[in-house]
């Protein structure tokens, strides 16, 4: 089917309750395959429930999510299979080094030469000079590309990056924009959930707003900037304004 | 599936490699684990053993399968705390959502709750031979006691798995443990219960403890074993079978 080759993710009517509440109230979107996607809300919003339904981590109450073509329910080791997640917390072992985190997570997916991939993608991120150093020691923008390093791992076609700068200093941020845009020049698809407007705006192919679990806006972000008034526009301004007066005092440049 | 299935022990192999790193680079907790036995044994044995009257002639042997006891009961502390970590931390939202079985992870921490305790037991048994513990158990006689403790290790992890899946804090994760500390203390594991008053006494009786106990130090004795190494098993299979059925519905409600 042509649908099902172009749609990395296809999404309809989801629906979640946790107990009273309900989270999701019929989500319905699309992914194309090899773009970025954002979905955009405040702490609550529900961009969470969707990652952890897509990644087979929880099940929905009702509506169909199909990923890469797999129903998350009815066929998840085929989604695992294709998927990786970089969850909202880092999930990395502190314990471990660098090294043998990216070592680890390339035999469970019982790759041969895991310890080839693991100095490539040390070298790729940034990481080399640190990779027999415990986890422990890392700032949290190593840390956070140690994540997506290891969620590279076995060429998976579409990550999950939950708000991967959330907690994270404006100077590991660009870091992590960085990684994300060269993630995506390289074909792979990304969904990605974030609260920070810019986020959205600097990385994302097309933008979904989510607010009380429904997808009340989606499109690209000229398509966007049409729908909503200028005074919410200019707020949007401000804030990278203030991040660019930072960056320049501390001699870093914004990602353009 | 079936490619999920047939990695199983691969799966389980690196988790436990894992964690056998994570206790080799804490060798703090091993040591503070073997550390209180030992100083329950030294206070025992040179401080109120000259009181007790155990009608054997050495106290540290009469002593000594109490103490292994206790080393494992908070021993198996580590796995709830180690567990509860990686719940927290995001890594088995990680492992959960790779194409690895669902259940790699949990036996990665049960295996080194195995081993680490059994290292611990070593350590103890040291010492004790140090302190004068002699035995004239065959070969046999000691593989029956490290049955018996592996069983009761067993037995104790999987309770401490359903601790360190359902804590909300660190110290929840590791404070059930404390009774199950105490419980020697109620038993005929330092003195015969001929000399506590009749309700106590009962208890001591027919708690685990006391069979188990008596069951190990008649096999380190040399002596034959009576009906207690048959209560000590039934009671070690009872408890890891309940435990174990526990834990694996906390762990697939949490799990998804």
Request: proline content about 4%.
């Amino acid at each position: 089917m042509m649908h099902m080759q172009d749609q990395a993710i296809l999404v309809k009517g989801l629906q979640k309750s946790f107990k009273q509440l309900h989270v999701l109230n019929g989500v319905d979107f699309e992914v194309k395959r090899g773009s970025i996607f954002a979905l955009l809300g405040s702490n609550g919003a529900g961009k969470t429930t969707i990652v952890r339904i897509l990644t087979t981590l929880l099940k929905q109450d009702g509506g169909t999510a199909a990923v890469n073509g797999f129903d998350v329910v009815a066929e998840p080791d085929h989604v695992r299979q294709s998927i990786s997640l970089t969850g909202q917390s880092v999930a990395v072992d502190e314990i471990l080094t660098g090294r043998e985190n990216l070592i680890m997570i390339g035999r469970l997916r019982h790759l041969k030469n895991s310890r080839q991939i693991a100095d490539e993608l040390l070298h790729r991120f940034g990481l080399a000079d640190a990779a027999d150093r415990r986890v422990s020691t890392y700032s949290g923008g190593m840390r956070r590309r140690l994540d997506i390093a290891m969620s590279l791992i076995g060429t998976p076609q579409l990550i999950f990056l939950d708000e991967p700068t959330t907690g994270l200093d404006p100077e590991a941020r660009l870091e992590v924009w960085k990684t994300i845009k060269e993630l995506a020049n390289s074909g792979t698809t990304v969904l990605l959930t974030t609260q920070y407007l810019e986020e959205a705006e600097q990385l994302a192919d097309r933008i979904a707003i989510l607010h009380e679990g429904k997808i009340i806006a989606n499109g690209t972000l000229e398509e966007l900037k049409k729908l909503f008034p200028p005074a919410k526009v200019e707020y949007v301004e401000k804030q990278p304004t203030l991040e660019e007066i930072f960056l320049a005092i501390i001699g870093k440049k914004a990602v353009k | 599936m079936e490619t999920v299935n047939n990695h199983f022990f691969s799966d389980v192999g690196v988790m436990l490699g894992r964690s056998m790193r994570h206790i080799a680079r804490s060798m703090d907790t091993i040591i503070t684990v073997t550390i209180m036995p030992i100083a329950f044994m030294l206070l025992f044995v040179y401080v109120f053993g000259g009181a007790i009257q155990t009608g054997t002639d050495s106290y540290v042997n009469y002593l000594l399968p109490g103490i292994l006891l206790i080393a494992i009961s908070s021993g198996i502390s580590y796995t709830a705390y180690r567990l509860f970590m990686d719940m927290q931390s995001g890594v088995f939202e990680r492992f959960h959502s790779m194409p690895i079985a669902r259940s790699a992870p949990l036996w990665g921490h049960v295996l080194t709750s195995l081993v680490s305790n059994a290292i611990s037991v070593l350590v103890i048994i040291l010492v004790a031979l140090i302190m004068g513990f002699r035995s004239w158990a065959g070969p046999g006689s000691w593989l029956a006691v490290a049955g018996i403790l592996a069983l009761f290790t067993l037995a104790l992890t999987w309770i401490a798995v359903i601790a360190g899946l359902s804590a909300t804090s660190v110290d929840g994760a590791g404070a059930f443990s404390y009774p199950l500390i105490f419980l020697p203390f109620i038993s005929s594991a330092f003195v015969p219960t001929e000399s506590m008053p009749p309700v106590v006494r009962a208890f001591a009786e027919n708690q685990p403890v006391t069979s188990i106990v008596e069951a190990i130090r008649s096999l380190l004795e040399g002596q034959p074993v009576g009906n207690e190494i048959w209560v000590a098993l039934a009671w070690c299979f009872v408890i890891m079978i309940i435990a174990y059925l526990f834990a694996m519905r906390v762990y697939k409600r949490k799990a998804a």
